[in-house]
T-cell receptor
Framework: GAGVSQSPSNKVTEKGKDVELRCDPISGHTALYWYRQRLGQGLEFLIYFQGNSAPDKSGLPSDRFSAERTGESVSTLTIQRTQQEDSAVYLC?????????????FGPGTRLTVL | AQSVTQPDIHITVSEGASLELRCNYSYGATPYLFWYVQSPGQGLQLLLKYFSGDTLVQGIKGFEAEFNRSQSSFNLRKPSVHWSDAAEYFCAVGAGSARQLTFGSGTQLTVLP
């Protein structure tokens, strides 16, 4: 079946512009996660959604970052007024439930380059 | 808060040789431990996970890992490496009520012919 998909695969933008990254989770997965992977580093948690509950935004690095998810479907991560330090690969994952023991399935990521 | 350390940034092995990738975690209780592999242009794929029970965990692609509570380690092993195993490997820990995973910085594996 279809896995987690993300678009675009690559995004180049100019400093100060806003960007939107999209994630399509595996159908039926109620939990959705966003992570950021800077060059040569591990993944940093950004935000997660579980069903219709309030999202856990504890990993968002600044108020320039926001994310939305409608029900149990698509999610968008928005970065406003992008900065060069925002350059990274943004990974989305989904799981059938937001419990730690449940496997998170990752998408291929969106590589964001801020010039 | 939990943390994960992967002390080896880059490891090179010959095809057919054995492999061990190190992972140390910090967490006050029993953690949930994962190993993921990331190939170029691919998303992360789960190799194996440990929650409880037998400390030796078998995964996909011939990988195994051993949970060692006294050493706070969860090292990944493979008896005979194949060229297709060249990739980046991430150890991760999930703990307590936190839903997200905490990842190590990764180990890049190069396989020589």
């Amino acid at each position: 079946g279809a896995g987690v998909s993300q678009s675009p695969s690559n995004k180049v933008t100019e400093k100060g512009k806003d960007v939107e990254l999209r994630c399509d989770p595996i159908s039926g997965h109620t939990a959705l996660y966003w992570y950021r992977q800077r060059l040569g580093q591990g993944l940093e948690f950004l935000i997660y959604f579980q069903g219709n509950s309030a999202p856990d935004k504890s990993g968002l690095p600044s108020d320039r970052f926001s994310a939305e998810r409608t029900g149990e479907s698509v999610s968008t991560l928005t970065i406003q007024r992008t900065q060069q330090e925002d350059s990274a690969v943004y990974l989305c994952a989904s799981s059938s439930a937001a419990i730690t023991t449940d496997t998170q399935y990752f998408g291929p990521g969106t590589r964001l380059t801020v010039l | 808060a939990q943390s994960v350390t992967q002390p080896d940034i880059h490891i090179t092995v010959s095809e057919g040789a054995s492999l061990e990738l190190r992972c140390n975690y910090s967490y006050g209780a029993t953690p949930y431990l994962f190993w993921y592999v990331q190939s170029p242009g691919q998303g992360l794929q789960l190799l194996l996970k440990y929650f409880s029970g037998d400390t030796l965990v078998q995964g996909i692609k011939g990988f195994e890992a051993e949970f060692n509570r006294s050493q706070s380690s969860f090292n990944l092993r493979k008896p005979s490496v194949h060229w297709s195993d060249a990739a980046e490997y991430f150890c991760a820990v999930g703990a307590g009520s936190a839903r997200q995973l905490t990842f190590g910085s990764g180990t890049q594996l190069t396989v020589l012919p």
